[in-house]
């Protein structure tokens, strides 16, 4: 394992990152890996159902049991093919019984039921270890990427009946409509050939997932591996010690620092399988120990050095945070109250005899369920608020150009464009109106007319308009009045207001007089 | 003709109509407003309500030709359009003409045809034409296609895609009776008064020259251009409303604008107030739009969602 030669880059990566970089070697060496795995499989699946031609669920079953061991070929080739070393199939399976034999039976019994199956198998497999020094190992690598290696486990067991239902959809669409229903009576009977049917195609789903899946398990260890033996600061040494080299001057303090690292790296780091250091480096190690025993002295060179441009990168950046607060003790009162409420219990029951109670015990046990439950509430009430005003919170924020429902009917002061309030009309309507008509403004006239109207329908008749009402829908709301002068009146304004607005049909002189009294007449406090 | 006496002879019509279908009359104020805006209708309705009456009574009071199909299953496009088919005693090619080359179509049922043969009607209904071995052949003026579906027993349907729909100018509900004219009635027909085939006896009140002049007359009303904004508001509220999942487009603008002025001469006005617009808006527009889920699930009809989302619309502003 040559660590200058690894194919990907050797950093800190979350364990869905390393989930994702796993898939994507997985499809860098997709063939290899495919062929590794399946070529075995399904020989020794072939095998197994020509012993077992009569009992094809016991076949499938034999075959799902020693599934693990064929995850091995693959995990070996890739494990290879991360550190630059891509071997041919061929040679690959030269190793192969090889490769099964470690540790086969535990992975056929009390590990074949391990969710973090492809978590662990590089332990197995890679690094060898088996008793109490595995276990020290596992629970050194499970702190973190067990839950995602066991949702990965999930995903891809899930996949596998994606695929094969995906499968039995592409034989139906193949199908003729005609023999659709033969097809599907065939699939869900008891027949032989259908339990055949499901079992190859439970196989092929296998083979397809199964290169991502240990290739995920695998990034996940080395993942691990990467954070908890400083891969990357490994690395970034060793490249600093070859431009050392290159130079031609190779600064001391500089490898001192390396050496001192990794040194300390190998003193923390649990492992026996380690990338294997030249023998450059050990010759400067010996060399800096034998120069600089007095710690005090290499630790102010390392502080140094650690000041230094090499070890300085200021950066300025801005984002937001959470502010930290304090619990301001506003649920105090509630405590205090159950509180006293406590002491008043525990003294009723002293009284009555049931000491043996913990009354006090209790009662901070329903204050806390009733704060629960306030606060629960109160999350709620808020969620559905939210919910029930999605759709304008979405609109005021911008998030949708939609406009909600409205179903209220709001009173306006403005109708067609006309400001229809008592203040922003002239003292004498009717005068006022024919004094617009002599001079030729017909059509303020009318407007005026019939904004007057419609002002005095609302302050002085009590009617109601909406900003949407059409001026037939607003004559049909003071129709619903049963006041047959005043709905005269308003049905013969709406039609000359009609046909002057939208006919262009200018009224006689006459006409607009003959509104203009009957305005007079039919609203009481008209001037 | 002037206003009057159109207004005249669309009353005579609709009298006409109004004595076989009873307690419809706004049923047919919109059929006679999709015939004068040169539009095509969809009826919807349970059994039993007049929808095909109602069609046939039109084709009574108008001297044009009126052919039905009955859509079934097995009906072919061909069936619909014509074909060519190949003359042995003149020893060449003729084209037979099918049932779409009349000015009255009835098409009954229309969603108890597959979705192919319904689309042989796209072309007819939009370019009033029929294309037969690569020949566009024209339709006769006027033409106007009146469908008919029922709501209920949808098994072995096929619903009309919103392409077809979309060439509606009008959905029409065609509901139950109210007691009175169901009263009235089961009486005229039971005494003898009115048979299956009154409309059938009665004279032509129009012709389709005089058909054609109405509707002419309908394209050629004023409209102001506050009212044409109004309109074109109207529709486009139905697209900028969370409740409503697809909105009508442009089409429904310009069918919208046609209906209210037919709505408008059949008024006697020769000029088209918001209040013929917004009464029409719902026919012209219902079949054109999908309500969201949410609206369904709180049992919503199309017109009680319209109603709401025309009621944020400001009516004009003059």
């Not at chain 1, 040559?2 to 970089?21: E, F, G, H, M, Y």
């Not at chain 2, 199909?69 to 084209?95: C, W």
């Amino acid at each position: 394992m040559d660590l200058n030669k690894i194919q990907v880059s050797p950093k800190k990566r979350t364990p869905w990152q390393a989930v994702d970089v796993g898939f994507k070697m997985a499809t860098q060496w997709y063939r290899s890996l495919f062929i590794l795995y399946a070529l075995p499989f399904f020989l020794f699946s072939i095998g197994i159902f020509l012993v077992l031609s009569d009992h094809p669920i016991w076949a499938g079953l034999i075959i799902w049991w020693l599934k693990p061991l064929f995850e091995r070929a693959p995990l070996f080739f890739v494990s290879r093919a991360l550190f630059g070393e891509v071997q041919p199939v061929k040679t690959v399976f030269n190793q192969w019984l090889k490769i099964l034999k470690f540790d086969w039976l535990g992975s056929l019994l009390w590990r074949r039921f391990s969710f973090t199956r492809s978590y662990d198998l590089p332990i197995t497999l890679l690094e060898q270890v088996s008793g109490k020094t595995r276990a020290k190992r596992l629970r050194v690598l499970h702190q973190q990427g067990t839950s995602e290696s066991i949702l990965l486990t999930m995903m891809c067991f899930l996949s596998v009946f994606v695929f094969q239902y995906a499968l039995i959809a592409l034989l139906a669409l193949l199908v003729p409509i005609d023999y659709f229903g033969d097809v599907f009576n065939w699939y869900s009977s008891n027949s032989i050939h259908v339990s055949y049917y499901q079992i190859a195609s439970v196989l092929l789903t296998v083979s397809i997932i199964e290169p991502f899946y240990i290739c995920a398990g695998f990034m996940l260890y080395i993942n691990r591996r990467i954070e908890l033996e400083a891969w990357d600061i490994e690395i970034s040494f060793r490249n600093m010690l070859e431009k050392e080299k290159y130079i031609g001057a190779g600064k001391l303090p500089t490898i001192l620092v390396f050496g001192a690292l990794l040194v300390g790296g190998l003193t923390f780091s649990p492992t026996p399988v380690y990338a294997q250091s030249n023998d450059l480096e050990h010759q400067v190690l010996h060399n800096d120990f034998d120069q600089v025993n007095n710690k005090d002295e290499a630790k102010s060179r390392i502080n140094d050095i650690f000041k230094g441009e090499d070890f300085t990168n200021e950066e300025t950046i801005s984002a937001w945070r959470l502010k930290s607060f304090e619990y301001d003790g506003d649920l105090n009162w509630l405590e205090k109250l159950i509180n006293a409420f406590g002491r008043w219990f525990e003294k009723h029951f002293a009284n009555s005899g049931s000491g043996d109670i913990e009354v006090s015990g209790y009662l901070n046990n329903v204050a806390f369920i009733i704060k629960a439950l306030l606060i629960s509430a109160l999350l709620i009430v808020i969620s559905i608020l939210i919910y029930r005003y999605r759709t304008n919170i979405a609109y005021l924020i911008g998030y949708s150009k939609k406009l909600p429902l409205n179903n209220s009917t709001k009173e306006t002061n403005t109708l067609f464009g006309l400001d229809v309030t008592q203040e922003s009309l002239p003292e004498n309507i009717p005068e006022e109106v024919i004094t617009l008509f002599k001079a030729g403004n017909t059509r303020q006239a009318i407007g005026l007319l019939y904004r007057a109207t419609l002002s005095k329908l609302m302050t002085e008749k009590g009617f109601r308009f909406d900003e949407s009402y059409t001026e037939g829908e607003c004559l049909a709301v003071v129709t619903q009045g049963d006041d047959n002068s005043l709905t005269g009146f308003i049905s013969d304004m709406t039609t000359v207001w009609q046909q002057l607005a939208y006919g262009h049909v200018q009224p006689t002189e006459e006409t607009l007089n003959t509104l203009c009294n009957r305005w007079s007449g039919v609203f009481s406090n008209a001037e | 003709m002037d206003i009057n006496l159109a207004k005249d002879k669309l009353n005579n019509i609709k009298n006409a109509l109004n004595t076989v279908l009873i307690g419809q009359e706004n049923v047919v104020d919109q059929v006679l407003i999709a015939l004068l805006a040169n539009g095509h209708i969809l009826i919807e309705g349970v059994p039993g309500l007049g929808k095909t009456l109602l069609v046939r009574a039109l084709s009574g009071c108008f001297a044009g030709d009126f052919k039905r199909i009955q859509f079934t299953p097995d009906l072919m496009p061909s069936d619909i359009t014509g074909h060519v088919m190949y003359d042995n005693e003149a020893n060449k090619f003729r084209m037979r003409s099918g049932p779409v080359f009349t000015n009255l179509l009835l098409a009954d049922e229309i969603n108890r045809a597959p979705a192919k043969t319904q689309s042989a009607l796209l072309e007819v209904m939009q370019e009033r034409q029929v294309t037969i071995e690569g020949h566009a052949k024209d339709l006769p003026h006027p033409f106007m296609v009146l469908a008919t579906q029922n709501p209920i027993d949808q098994e072995g349907t096929y619903p009309l895609p919103e392409a077809q729909l979309d060439r509606f100018l009008m959905k029409v509900f065609i509901e139950y009776p109210s007691l009175e004219n169901e009263i009235a009635l089961s009486k005229t027909v039971t005494s003898g008064t009115l048979s299956d085939d009154t409309f059938l006896k009665s004279d032509p009140i129009v012709t389709p020259d005089e058909l054609l002049e109405l509707q002419k007359m309908a394209s050629n009303i004023v409209i102001d251009d506050q009212v044409t904004e109004y309109a074109v508001k109207l529709v486009r509220a139905t697209r900028e409303n969370s409740s409503i999942q697809h909105g009508a487009g442009p089409r429904a603008s310009i069918a919208l604008l046609r209906a209210a002025k037919a709505k408008a001469v059949i008024n006697g006005n020769d000029f088209v107030t918001p209040d013929d617009v917004k009464a029409i808006a719902y026919p012209v527009i219902r079949h054109r739009i999908s309500i969201s889920a949410e609206m369904e699930i709180n049992g919503l009809t199309h017109d009680q969602v319209l109603l709401q989302v025309f009621n944020q619309v400001e009516a004009p502003r003059v």
